[in-house]
């Protein structure tokens, strides 16, 4: 084990607020490890605020500032001050290509004592991870819009698929599917999710690629889905999934609905890796800053929290990440213990979280 130095960015809204809970159960796998495990924390208070004070979500020289962590740990931004596509722009996206974080996984697992939606769903049964393509695709920023308010008003936006960008996805998905198969965790398959029927650019591309990167893992069973189908798929037999990999739009959508098939946003984490490490690479909530429940500590913090056990697992600090993990599993399956209202509680954000922490101690 080791010394981490995370920039932490809480944001706005209930990022604040699950972000603090997911400091405290890092705090206490920390001093779990007796000395092991010491990560130094640097609180930066960029976000809507931040824009309204200085016309900007973070400094011009953040990305640079930045590249002086080891981890970022984010929580979410999103405030009426400030026009959307502006605070995502200026902190997620900027990080995601700064900092060419171009894996973005988000695990989906059912544990015990989450809420499913579908029917006679057992613990465990559900257990996938999608890998998105996180720098380029359908929202890489190329496009323009002519004759505003008129008429004749047009838009243009156009996706850009590169085969650096496809081919790298693709094969760290392959990988992932193997090293889960190794595991036990995974059942050694891949689900290459496309559109090469409709988009006969950018799609047929990626299917080209997917079948000249399968060819080099005869290990593991892979198929392609359409993205109408996997969605399907996913509410119909979720099971089946184990690793799937998803363009930027489509793995964007797709992982909406694997949070919620398994318990929802309370409960998604995500990591924005740049799997090189040539930089830092980020972890958060898949949540926002939900507006409508912020302020009242009751956000629930799991989802921060699981992304706290992500970074330190990508640190290779497997042993704390496997504690903070075993730690919310065993206060969801606890029927006694404090649940916020998302998943049927009364319990506070921040009475959750010292739960899990003391759970840790
Ligand atoms: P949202 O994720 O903030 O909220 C959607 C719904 O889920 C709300 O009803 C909210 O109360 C609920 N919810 C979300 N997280 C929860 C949690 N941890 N516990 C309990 N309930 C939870 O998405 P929404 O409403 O579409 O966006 C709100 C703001 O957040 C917008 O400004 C949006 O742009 C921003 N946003 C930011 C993201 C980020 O920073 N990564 C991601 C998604 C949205
Ligand atoms: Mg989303």
């Known amino acids: 084990m080791g010394s981490h130095r995370i920039a932490v960015m809480p944001g706005d809204g209930i990022g604040k607020e699950t972000i603090r809970e997911a400091l405290k159960a ?35 020289d953040g990305i640079q500032i930045l590249r002086g962590y080891d981890a970022i740990l984010f929580g979410a931004v999103g405030d009426a001050r400030v026009p959307e596509h502006v605070s995502v722009a200026q902190t997620i996206l900027a990080m995601r290509r700064g900092l060419d974080q171009w894996a973005n996984i988000r695990p989906a697992r059912l ?60 094969r760290y998905g392959f990988e992932m599917a193997r090293k889960r198969k190794k595991q036990g965790l995974g059942k050694g398959k891949l689900t290459s999710v496309s559109k090469h029927n409709a988009q006969r650019h950018s799609q047929v591309f990626w299917h080209k690629v997917f079948e000249e990167v399968r060819k080099d893992y005869p290990d593991i069973e892979s198929h392609f889905l359409y993205v109408d189908a996997a969605c399907m798929d996913m ?79 990508f640190f290779g600090e497997v042993v704390p990440a496997k504690q903070i993990v ?12 404090p649940k916020t209202k998302d998943f049927g509680g009364k319990a506070l954000c921040s009475e959750v979280g010292d739960e899990i922490a003391a759970r840790l101690g």
């Open 26 to 60: 890092l705090r206490a796998a920390e001093k779990l490890s007796k000395g092991a495990l010491k990560l130094e924390t640097t609180e930066l208070d960029w976000n809507s605020d931040y824009y309204v004070k200085h016309g900007r979500m973070m400094p011009e």
């Open 111 to 170: 544990l015990a004592g989450a809420p499913c939606p579908l029917k006679d769903k057992q613990p465990g049964s559900i257990d996938f991870v999608v890998v998105r393509e996180n720098t380029e695709g359908e929202y890489a920023d190329v496009g323009g819009s002519i004759f505003a308010n008129t008429p004749n008003e047009v838009a243009v936006q156009s996706a850009v698929f590169t085969r650096r960008g496809t081919e790298r996805i693709l």
């Open 235 to 313: 509410v119909r037999k979720p099971e089946t999934f184990d690793v799937l990999v998803a363009s930027n739009l489509f793995g964007d959508i797709l992982t909406d609905l694997a949070g919620v098939v398994v318990g929802g946003l309370g409960i998604a984490p995500s990591a924005n890796l740049n799997p090189d490490r040539a930089a830092p690479s980020m972890f958060e909530p898949v949540h926002g800053s939900a507006p409508d429940i912020a302020g009242k500590n009751i956000a629930n913090p799991l989802a921060a929290v699981m992304a706290g056990a992500m970074m330190l697992d």
């Open 326 to 337: 075993k730690a919310v599993e065993s206060v969801l399956a606890d029927p006694q213990a």
